[in-house]
């Protein structure tokens, strides 16, 4: 009876450490997929400010239409990253960081900042960060950061942009 259980019992083991193994690495690894794709066209610590979403030009799987994009990938290697952003009278706007597992460590929308710009300071534990700013503590020294603006109507996006394009990224000197 042992000797039949023997085999099971390890096959079942293997299973399950294979299961939970795929669970613990697949957020990394979609995350460093997405970060290689990002990184060919839009810099490090900066913002790079997409045009109005067309099939031929997805980076994210099914992304609105009905949405301007702006992405930062980030990586706080070299010290804590400032990340500015105006928002656009009128629209619905959100700004979300998302750390190097996937998760989401931080949003804000237009609601939110009250109509006042946002400044936020992006840092690892333990790195030094300007007095009075807030502060979003990640886990991970890379991922990526969304800025999102609606819009009523794809032909918005040029009187959108000036106001978006204010947006920022910049490592602060440590």
Do not use: W
């Amino acid at each position: 009876m042992i000797r039949r259980i023997a085999p099971l019992a390890v096959v079942a083991v293997v299973a399950l450490g294979s299961y939970y193994g795929t669970l613990a690495a697949a957020p990394y690894g979609l995350m460093r997929l997405a970060e290689a794709k990002l990184t060919k066209t839009a810099p490090v610590n900066h913002f790079t400010h997409t045009p109005p979403v067309r099939a031929e030009r997805q980076f994210v799987v099914r992304p609105s239409p009905d949405l301007l994009y702006s992405v930062c990938p980030y990586d706080l290697t070299a010290g804590p990253l400032e990340v500015t952003a105006v928002l656009v009278p009128g629209r619905y706007s959100s700004i979300s960081v998302f750390d190097a597992r996937t998760d989401n460590a931080y949003v804000r929308n237009d609601e939110e900042m009250a109509g006042k710009p946002m400044r936020v300071v992006l840092a690892l534990e333990g790195q030094a960060v300007p007095a009075g700013v807030e502060t979003v503590r990640v886990r991970y020294a890379t991922g990526i950061i969304l800025q999102r603006v609606l819009l009523a109507d794809p032909s918005e996006a040029a009187a959108v942009d000036p106001i978006r394009e204010k947006a920022q990224c910049r490592t602060l000197a440590g």
